[in-house]
């Protein structure tokens, strides 16, 4: 899939709760328990199904922190591949039905 | 003719659980078991046990799940339905002691899911009227520090934690789930006063740490097995109140008696500070 098109959306199986700054995340299927940074939980909180990650990476991310934008793409594609292999978010070339919080 | 069945009543955290048997050599090992959590309280729950020539395999995974109105509880040596709306549930286990602690804390575990509670891997003590729990991962220490405790401690647990919440906190429960010690706790209950997570080193200290730290290892150290996103909301939601009511820290220590100092040392100042709050 091309990478300017993946689209992300929060699995309808986690739990989640912000605490001090950082998300707690819990998968109701295996229990596993996450806790996510603060540009973690930007990436998170925007995970609609519908805003392609490299736009949320741009107007999200680089907007909210100081980081490098090509640094911040690759270590965003990262964690979502981290994550989805969690089962905690759902990946796709195609837009996504999401989960709200 | 139907056999007749025959009840014991086990209360554990406050909840009395009626479980029933026609098996009389299955009544006594119940029996012996829990001696010491029998009840003569009105039941809030039945279970009925049936003792079949299961496996005896419990390095199986537990898998709890929902099917329609009831939970289904799965492993190896047991498979057990339970219906929280009747309040009754069946199991069909060996008679293996083992296997009814694990259907006892599974069901437990989601009883006190809908209220607000929860099992935790942690040994529990209580001393001078408040309840300090240990926490870790297996080699920790939990055991450990109930060896260690001072005679006047009341040994809660050295295994698996009962916590309910409570006027202005929690409450730490004894249970009869033992771990290493092979002894069953007392029967009896305290105001949670300090959560300790427990790490081995050189030299006895207590440190800070941040909420969402504590949540992180809290969750880790939980007991709970269901497959169920609200109830797995619920649990995230009491362990954060949790964080947020009782106080949590890093206990390193060296396993000598002189940790309990500092146990002692940390609740004598925490009093104060909290009476001058």
Known sequence: MPENCIYIARSSAIAARALAGEMMVMNSADSTFFTL????????QAADGHTPLREI????????????????????????????????????????????? | MAASRKVACVEIGGIPIALSTCDEGFLDLLRRRYDGFLSSSAPEFELEFYVTPRGSDSDDDVRVRRDHNEWILERGDFHARWDPGTRRGKVWQNANPYSLDSVLRILHSLILAERDGFLLHAASAICDRSAY????????????????????????TDEISYLRPSAGGYAAFGTPFAGELARAGENCTAPVAALFFLEKGPENRVDEMSQA??????MRNILFFAEDKPLVERLLATACDFVARVPIRRLTFYPD???WEEVHNFASSFHEVAEHA
Do not use: W, Y
């Open chain 2, 257 to 259: 008696a002189r940790v």
């Open chain 2, 213 to 218: 730290e504590a949540v992180r290892r809290l």
């Open chain 1, 57 to 101: 990476v741009r107007d999200r991310v680089c907007e909210q922190f100081d980081v490098d934008p090509e640094q911040a793409q690759a270590d965003a594609e990262q964690f979502v591949a981290e994550l989805s292999s969690h089962g905690i978010l759902l990946v796709s070339n195609q837009p996504l039905a999401a989960e709200t919080f």
């Open chain 1, 37 to 44: 940074n603060e540009v973690a939980t930007t990436i998170f």
């Open chain 2, 133 to 156: 729990l240990f926490s870790g991962v297996s080699g920790a220490g939990k055991t450990t520090m109930t060896r260690l405790a001072p005679v006047h401690v009341t040994l809660l």
